[in-house]
């Protein structure tokens, strides 16, 4: 019996089913591309920091060793040397506060970068979950055609032998049976195309879904969603960029101390008394510096840098009434979309009952098969436009959300 368990584990383990929402988080905690953008904004986390390190004060350390021909009484034949530097920037103009908040500024816009593709994410696993959805139902829908259809095939095939039906009564059906065969095949492949989708981008092995659904839309606010604020913090960065620039136009202050020690070997004679070698120096230095001309360079660089900003500020005002658009355009395709869902839904309780009345009618021998076939298949076409239509508002509404600058995996119920 154990073996038995053991054996039977992965099926049962495959065979679990998987909800919209827990695809959606195992998609952003796990999809690849989802880390990438993840790295990224550590990467842009670890430029900041470097940009604010630029303050503190820096120490270099260095040696060097020499031997020269002839040696002289200033210059020995072997000199081996070690020095240690402290520098220290006083005044830049503003440089490195203005690189340092670019760096902020570009930490920002990869942040809402992630969010933004974590969200189009969340829109793929959703679209692929209700298509399989869709897809299933009409799979079902034409399991059940072909059901019908297997029996009054059946049905056919009896009356024949009895000489209450012909040869061409039966080659309709069998035409009609295979039609669907192929049908059902076609689906199957789609369905399976879907599936894999889900797999892919979710990581899980993925074969059957729950029901789950949106809540419906009620009194949701508009705000402006992560492409707006991408290019928002992509100008402020070009725009402290452009203070940076202009900072080389300020004084540039910088404070430096080097201490260094030296020996000697291979000494020429002298006749002087003492050592007229240094073996150790202490330098202290204050250097100043300031840019009087450089026939426009900077101020042009930073001219170009504004009006990239400005021409990232105009792009984001076209965003957000791009989105505004689309907001009240889902707005509507919701209301579309449940008009049509009524319909679907009248229209498949009147095939429905057109279907049972034609049926008994069939059987009774009072229509022909074509009338049979007809209502069949109008009950089959109306099962599966109801059933896509349902999910297909399912969609509409997480697109609405999603237009409307929400995360649409936080309205699933």
């Known amino acids: 019996m154990r073996l038995i368990w053991i054996a039977l584990l992965p099926l049962l383990v495959t065979a679990r089913e998987y909800g919209l929402k827990e695809l959606i988080t195992h998609t952003q905690q796990n999809n690849p591309m989802i880390q990438a953008t993840m790295l990224t904004v550590e990467a842009k986390s670890k430029e900041r920091e470097a940009a604010g390190s630029a303050f503190w004060p820096t120490l270099d350390i260095g040696g060097n060793y020499s031997m020269v021909t002839p040696t002289s009484l200033v210059s ?15 005044y830049d103009g503003g440089r490195k506060s203005a690189l340092e908040r670019a760096k902020g500024f570009e930490h920002r816009a990869s942040r809402f970068e992630q969010e933004a593709f974590s969200k189009n994410l969340s829109l793929k696993i959703i679209e692929h979950y209700y298509t399989v959805q869709k897809l299933q139902a009409m799979l079902s829908a034409l399991y059940g055609q072909s059901k019908e259809l297997s029996a009054q095939l059946d049905r056919i095939r009896k009356f024949n032998a009895a000489g209450l039906a012909t040869k061409e009564d039966i080659d309709k059906l069998v035409a009609v049976y295979e039609n669907n065969r192929y049908t059902i095949e076609n689906t199957k492949l789609a369905l399976e195309t879907s599936l894999e989708n889900l797999r892919l981008e979710s990581g899980l092995p993925v074969e059957e879904l729950q029901e789950e659904s949106f809540m419906e839309p009620y009194d949701i606010a508009f705000e402006p969603y992560e492409q707006s604020k991408i290019l928002k913090s992509r100008a402020n960065a070009i725009d402290e960029n452009a203070n940076a620039i202009n900072a080389g136009y300020m004084p540039q202050i910088t404070i430096q101390d080097t201490y260094s020690k030296s020996h000697y070997d ?132 997480s697109i609405y959300y999603y237009y409307a600058g929400k995360a649409p995996k936080e309205f699933i119920q």
Do not use: C, W
């Open 76 to 90: 020995p034949g072997e000199t081996t040397s070690g020095y240690a530097t402290v520098s220290m920037e006083l």
């Open 266 to 397: 291979d000494l020429a004679p002298s006749t002087f008394p003492g050592d007229i070698l240094l073996d150790h120096q202490n330098q202290a230095s204050i250097s100043i510096n300031m840019r009087l001309f450089d026939h426009g360079k900077m101020r042009k660089e930073k001219e170009a840098l504004q009006y990239q900003k400005m021409a990232l500020e105009s792009e984001r005002q076209y965003r957000i009434e791009e989105q505004k658009m689309h907001f009240r355009l889902s707005e509507t395709n919701l209301e579309t979309i449940q008009a049509k869902l009524n319909s679907a839904h009248s229209e498949l309780n009147a095939a429905k009952s057109t279907y049972r009345a034609i049926v008994k009618k069939f059987e009774s021998g009072l229509v022909d098969n074509i009338a049979y076939l007809d209502a069949l298949n109008n009950q089959t076409l109306a099962k599966a436009r109801y059933d896509e239509t349902r999910y297909d508002y399912e969609i509409a509404k």
